[in-house]
């Protein structure tokens, strides 16, 4: 009798201790969720625009890396990385980064596409000043490690008009290309072209084909961060006007376009490819 009393009396205080170590673990788990829930709030914040802007730093710091690295390593090993190659390259690398953080700022790695978002209405104005200084400062961070680094000039990795070919001939050349590239980047981020991560393969094809063909008369920049960076790094700009003028045509020119293929932009969907997912903001005349 009492043994089974002991024993009643140990199972109780078991039940009470296992209760006391359910209540822990729940009041634990509570927390953490609490934390959690806070931390993405935060997140959301607007005022968290240091994260989109360092993601577009970063995100044009790889870029870099490997479109102005392709022409300074040919520099430094004669005869071991094709055109083929150095062209192909950037656009693989541009796949891979709207992949991994477009989802944060929109990845757009391009002063071109940042204002040809803000055209179209799916990018607020306020945030185009932010996101081209540090596409810019991205791009000749790039180089310089670069220079440091293959101990070449980064004039090898920038993009000159070619020999046989006038500066207006490599202009319209970039203006031509850009308008491609914008049209790709508009198509896949708006309304019932919206095809979502498969967005990252149609814009980093588009660049891969467009450095194919176009490479030799211009160097298929269609970015003028990009070509910004390694004419920074080496102090030569010559007919960097080029390069940043062929570029914004371009992009104006694909914004008329995108107007006429699918009407007036700033809608969710548009506005979400072009901003992340960082507290996006849809004009309100567009919200459904």
Known sequence: MSENQRNDGTGRVGAQQSGAHNRSVASELGTIEQNILLRIQDFDDPRQEWRRLFSELYGTFLLVIVAAGGGMMSQAFPGVISRTAAVVAPGLMVLGII????????AHLNPAVSIAFALRVDFPWRRVPGYILVQLIGATLACLLLQ?????????GSNYPAADYSAGAAFWMEALLTLGLVSVILGTASGAQNVGLLGAFGVGGYIALAGLWGSPISGTSMNPARTFGPDLASGNFLDYWVYAAGPLVGAAAAVGIAFVLRGAGGGESGSGAAQGGLFTEVAKDKKP
Not at 99 to 106: A, E, H, N, P
Request: charged residues 5%; positive net charge.
């Open 99 to 106: 992949l991994f953080m477009g989802k944060i700022s929109g």
């Open 148 to 156: 440091a680094v293959i101990g070449v000039s980064a004039t090898y």
